[in-house]
T-cell receptor, first 115, second 114 residues
Framework: GAGVSQSPRYKVAKRGQDVALRCDPISGHVSLFWYQQALGQGPEFLTYFQNEAQLDKSGLPSDRFFAERPEGSVSTLKIQRTQQEDSAVYLC?????????????FGDGTRLSIL | AQSVTQLGSHVSVSEGALVLLRCNYSSSVPPYLFWYVQYPNQGLQLLLKYTSAATLVKGINGFEAEFKKSETSFHLTKPSAHMSDAAEYFCAVSDEGGSEKLVFGKGTKLTVNP
C-alpha cells in the first residue's frame, strides 16, 4: 500500500513477555519515528531514525525498549520484560526528507495490552 | 523545551456551527506547527501545517488555522461543522532543538450534534 503499515494491529501479552512491533514506512522515506500514545493522551516521542541511523532515542522510557532499522526501511520496536504501564498504542510515522517542516505520515498503530 | 497546550479536552458543537479548537505553544524561536486529526482506531492524519510562509493556513476538509505570534497561538477553525468532523484533534510543534520530533498537545475531542 501507499501508506505507513504497522503490524500487528493488536497485541496482547502477559507481563514479563517480550514483544516486537513492526513498521513499514512509505517507500523512499528517509525519516522514521516511533511514538507512544497512552489512553486519552497525545502521542509522545520515543525514537527517531534517519535511514538506518538512530539519531535520537531520548524518549525511550527505559532500557527495556529497543528500536532498530537495520536497512534503512522497515523498523522494529522491541519491548523486553513488558510491564502493565507499557500498555498503549504505538504509532510509527515516516517523512520524506530530514527537515523539521516536513509532515510526518502516520500508520494506524499497534495497540498493546499487557495483562 | 517546546510545549503545546490545547484548551478544552472536549468540544461539542451543532452541525453547521463554527468549530474553534484552541492551541497555544511555547517556543523561543519561530516554530513549525501542525494540526492532526485522529479517527477512532486510526493513526493521525495531517490537516495543515504552518511553516512561516503565511499566517493563515488552509488545510483539508475546510479547516484553517491562524498563526498569531503575539498570542503564541495557532487555533483551528472551520466555519460549518459536519458530522464527519467528529474526531480527536491534536496540535503539535516541532522540537526547537533541530530534531524532527513532534511535541503534541493532549488533544481535543470534537463532538458534532445533529
Amino acid at each position: 500500500g501507499a501508506g505507513v503499515s504497522q503490524s500487528p494491529r493488536y497485541k496482547v501479552a502477559k507481563r514479563g513477555q517480550d514483544v516486537a512491533l513492526r513498521c513499514d514506512p512509505i517507500s523512499g522515506h528517509v525519516s522514521l519515528f516511533w511514538y507512544q500514545q497512552a489512553l486519552g493522551q497525545g502521542p509522545e516521542f520515543l525514537t527517531y531514525f534517519q535511514n538506518e541511523a538512530q539519531l535520537d532515542k531520548s524518549g525511550l522510557p527505559s532500557d527495556r525498549f529497543f528500536a532498530e532499522r537495520p536497512e534503512g526501511s522497515v523498523s522494529t520496536l522491541k519491548i523486553q520484560r513488558t510491564q502493565q504501564e507499557d500498555s498503549a498504542v504505538y504509532l510509527c510515522a515516516s517523512s520524506l526528507v530530514e527537515q523539521t517542516n516536513q509532515p510526518q505520515h502516520f500508520g494506524d498503530g499497534t495497540r498493546l495490552s499487557i495483562l | 523545551a517546546q510545549s503545546v497546550t490545547q484548551l478544552g479536552s472536549h468540544v461539542s458543537v451543532s452541525e453547521g456551527a463554527l468549530v474553534l479548537l484552541r492551541c497555544n505553544y511555547s517556543s523561543s524561536v519561530p516554530p513549525y506547527l501542525f494540526w492532526y486529526v485522529q479517527y477512532p482506531n486510526q493513526g493521525l492524519q495531517l490537516l495543515l501545517k504552518y511553516t512561516s510562509a503565511a499566517t493563515l493556513v488552509k488545510g483539508i476538509n475546510g479547516f484553517e488555522a491562524e498563526f498569531k505570534k503575539s498570542e503564541t497561538s495557532f487555533h483551528l477553525t472551520k466555519p460549518s461543522a459536519h458530522m464527519s468532523d467528529a474526531a480527536e484533534y491534536f496540535c503539535a510543534v516541532s522540537d526547537e532543538g533541530g530534531s524532527e520530533k513532534l511535541v503534541f498537545g493532549k488533544g481535543t475531542k470534537l463532538t458534532v450534534n445533529p
